[in-house]
C-alpha cells in the first residue's frame, strides 16, 4: 500500500541530511521513503546520488536500474548509474548510459564530459591489453596486480567494504573473509550499510562454507549476528524470496545435523 505523504516526509528529510553531507543517513531516510512509495523513480535516484558519495558503487548502480524500471527515460538515472559504472571499472556499461542520456538531453554538457572521460578510460584499458606480455603460445601472461589482495583482518568500516566489493563477487573467497573477520564486529563494521545484497552475497557464502567445509558454526554465528545490524528489517524487506528459502534451508540443515533450535532464527529471516 503506498503512502505518498508518509513518502514525501522520508525524502524531505533525507534531502536535509543530503545536504548537511550526512550521507549514510540520507541513504537511509531515501530507502524508507521508497518503502512507503516505490512508484517514485526520483526516490532511487536520490537515494542513488547518497550511495555514490559512500563510494558504494553497486548499490548505486542497481537503485539507478530500479529507477529506469520505472521512468526508462530518466536522465538522472542513467547519468548516475554511469558514474557508478565508471567507478567500478566497468567502462562500456557506462558508456552505454552517457550515451543513452545523451540521446535523451543531447546538449547536456556533464553528460558529454562524463562520456569523454570514460572514451579516454576505454582506450587506456585497450592499449594496456595490448601490452600484455605474451607467453610462447600467444596467451598473455599472468599479472600479479590483477590478482585478489591478501585478505586481513579490517581495521575500519572503510576497510571492510573495500575488501567486500573485492570478494563478494566469489563465494570461496567471501567465506574465507567471513572466518577471519570476528563475527562481533559485523554490526560495528556494517554500521548502516547493510543491503538486501550484502544478505545474497553472505547466503552465497554460507552455502559454499557448509557444502564444501561443512561448516556449521560459521553458517549459525553469521546468521546469528545479522540481524543485531541497525538496518537488518529494511535489508531483508528487499531480499528476494528465493535467497530466504535458502538462508530457511541452511537452518533446517543446521537444525538436523547439529541438534540446533533454529526456530527462532528462522522466523528472523522471514
Known amino acids: ?13 533525507g534531502d536535509t541530511a543530503y545536504r548537511q553531507s550526512q550521507f549514510a543517513q540520507a541513504a537511509d531516510l531515501y530507502l524508507q521513503a521508497i518503502q512507503a512509495d516505490g512508484t517514485n523513480p526520483v526516490l532511487f535516484t536520490n537515494r542513488a546520488m547518497a550511495l555514490l558519495k559512500l563510494e558504494r558503487f553497486a548499490d548505486a548502480a542497481h537503485s539507478c536500474s530500479q529507477a529506469l524500471a520505472i521512468d526508462s527515460t530518466s536522465v538522472k538515472a542513467l547519468w548516475r548509474r554511469g558514474t557508478a ?3 567500478l571499472g566497468q567502462f562500456a556499461k557506462a558508456q552505454h548510459d552517457f550515451n543513452c542520456g545523451l540521446a535523451l538531453e543531447p546538449t547536456n554538457t556533464a553528460l558529454l564530459t562524463e562520456l569523454e572521460k570514460t572514451k579516454k578510460a576505454l582506450e587506456s584499458a585497450a592499449a594496456s591489453k595490448a601490452q600484455l606480455p605474451r ?21 575500519s568500516p572503510q576497510d571492510f567494504e573495500r575488501a567486500w566489493r573485492e570478494h563478494a563477487s566469489v563465494p570461496a573467497r567471501l567465506y574465507e573473509y567471513l572466518k577471519m573477520v570476528p563475527i562481533v564486529r559485523l554490526p560495528s563494521l556494517f554500521r548502516a550499510s ?32 545479522l540481524p543485531s545490524i541497525d538496518r537488518f528489517s529494511l535489508a531483508l524487506l528487499f531480499t528476494d524470496d528465493k535467497v530466504k528459502e535458502r538462508i530457511h534451508h541452511l537452518l533446517k540443515q543446521l537444525a538436523t545435523e547439529k541438534d540446533v533450535d533454529a526456530a527462532l532464527l528462522t522466523n528472523k529471516y522471514s
Open 194 to 225: 547493510l543491503e538486501s545484497a550484502h544478505i545474497a552475497d553472505i547466503t552465497n557464502a554460507l552455502e559454499h562454507g557448509y557444502q564444501t567445509h561443512k561448516d556449521f558454526d560459521l553458517v549459525f554465528k553469521v546468521l546469528s549476528a
Open 85 to 87: 559504472y565508471y567507478s
Open 1 to 13: 500500500m503506498t503512502d505518498t505523504a508518509a513518502s514525501q516526509k522520508f525524502k524531505a528529510q
Open 135 to 155: 607467453s610462447g603460445r600467444g596467451i598473455a601472461a599472468p599479472i600479479a596486480s590483477s590478482a585478489p589482495q591478501p585478505m586481513s583482518v579490517p581495521q
